[in-house]
């Protein structure tokens, strides 16, 4: 996986570069370009993987992470946040700030969306299983990369005009990146044993306290 997105990336470069590949459709940029449909192709995987996994594991309160990564699509797909985003910075009025009004109804959106999707998943946390709340700790760090490259980094390449090229390859190159990682890992969500698997999170918080507690 991260083999193909570092392709992805080279060739979004050498057409920087204007050596070769001068095609729209293969800068990682671009609507409806390569890299995106590939970054739909994972995340219509990671979906069918959670189901799969809450039907194998037996684990219903994965159904939860299905619906957030439901809208990853939809969003990625219909451009959810910037047609919305736009239709609110054009009907409102937004404060001057370093955000463009566009970028501020982006962000209205994702946060809204983020709000809903995550307290969906919040209310399921203390009901759920020690393993789904275990997977829900791992999935929270890699989406964490998500929202910082797709959320943070968006914004800021929204709302200044220096270094587009690069805002956008860091952008656009982080979430194809971090889109890879979480189908990795519900990969092996799926296909291990549950009593076999060894949680990202856990791992991590157990040798911190083992070395420092």
Same mark, same amino acid.
């Given at each position: 996986m991260l083999a193909v997105d570092l392709a992805l990336v080279v060739i979004h470069c050498l057409k920087l570069l204007n050596i070769c590949f001068d095609r729209p459709f293969f800068s990682i940029e671009e609507d409806r370009g390569l890299a995106e449909l590939i970054q739909y192709t994972q995340e219509l995987a990671i979906v069918v993987l959670l189901i799969l996994s809450a039907i194998r594991h037996k684990i219903k309160a994965l159904y939860a992470w299905v619906a957030l990564f439901v809208y990853v699509v939809a969003d990625d797909a219909f451009s959810i946040h910037e047609n919305v985003g736009k239709y609110l910075s054009d009907s409102g009025e937004f404060?001057? !700030?370093?955000?463009?009004?566009?970028?501020?109804?982006?962000?209205?959106?994702?946060? !809204?969306?983020?709000?809903?999707?995550?307290?969906?998943?919040?209310?399921?946390?203390?009901?759920?299983?020690?393993?789904?709340?275990?997977?829900?700790?791992?999935?929270?760090?890699?989406?964490?990369?998500?929202?910082?490259?797709?959320?943070?980094?968006?914004?800021?390449?929204?709302?200044?005009?220096?270094?587009?090229?690069?805002?956008?390859?860091?952008?656009?190159?982080?979430?194809?990146?971090?889109?890879?990682?979480?189908?990795?890992?519900?990969?092996?969500?799926? !296909?291990?044993p549950m009593e076999k698997q060894v949680r990202v999170v856990d791992g991590i918080w157990s040798s911190v306290r083992a070395r420092f507690f």
């Open positions: 404060a001057p !700030s370093f955000f463009r009004p566009q970028d501020i109804g982006e962000l209205i959106v994702s946060g !809204s969306a983020g709000l809903i999707l995550f307290s969906l998943i919040g209310l399921c946390y203390p009901r759920g299983s020690s393993a789904f709340r275990s997977i829900t700790h791992d999935i929270i760090l890699l989406f964490s990369g998500l929202v910082f490259f797709g959320v943070f980094v968006d914004s800021i390449h929204g709302a200044i005009n220096a270094f587009t090229g690069e805002l956008g390859l860091i952008e656009d190159g982080g979430e194809l990146v971090v889109i890879s990682l979480i189908l990795v890992y519900v990969w092996a969500v799926f !296909s291990v």
